[in-house]
């Protein structure tokens, strides 16, 4: 997030208070490394978002939507700041 979105984070690896806060919502046609987390993400919460690859496509859009229904959030295909929480908490 920091690279991307000059977030100014401290790299400590956790899914802390100030990286939520600055979490971006993604949608279908982004390409970078966040991007590249949430297909690992929803690949290890079993959502098959097909290559992980880095590029928000059809798969990654279609595996986002399954894991937001069956999570029981609101199923938007972005993956904003309830949906990271979800994954990553």
Same mark, same amino acid.
């Given at each position: 997030m920091n690279k991307? %979105? +000059?977030k100014k &984070?401290?790299?400590d690896? *956790?899914?802390g208070p100030k990286? *939520? +806060?600055a979490t971006v919502t993604i949608k279908k046609g982004a390409s970078c490394n966040i991007t590249w987390i949430l297909q690992a993400a929803l690949y290890m919460e079993g959502f098959?978002?097909?290559t992980l690859d880095g590029v928000f496509g059809e798969k990654t859009e279609a595996? &986002? %939507?399954k %894991?937001? *229904?069956a999570s029981k959030?609101?199923?938007d295909k972005l993956a904003g700041k309830v949906t990271w929480n979800e994954l990553l908490a």
């Amino acid at each position: 997030m920091n690279k991307q %979105f +000059n977030k100014k &984070l401290v790299v400590d690896g *956790k899914w802390g208070p100030k990286t *939520k +806060n600055a979490t971006v919502t993604i949608k279908k046609g982004a390409s970078c490394n966040i991007t590249w987390i949430l297909q690992a993400a929803l690949y290890m919460e079993g959502f098959n978002p097909g290559t992980l690859d880095g590029v928000f496509g059809e798969k990654t859009e279609a595996a &986002l %939507f399954k %894991f937001q *229904k069956a999570s029981k959030i609101y199923a938007d295909k972005l993956a904003g700041k309830v949906t990271w929480n979800e994954l990553l908490a």
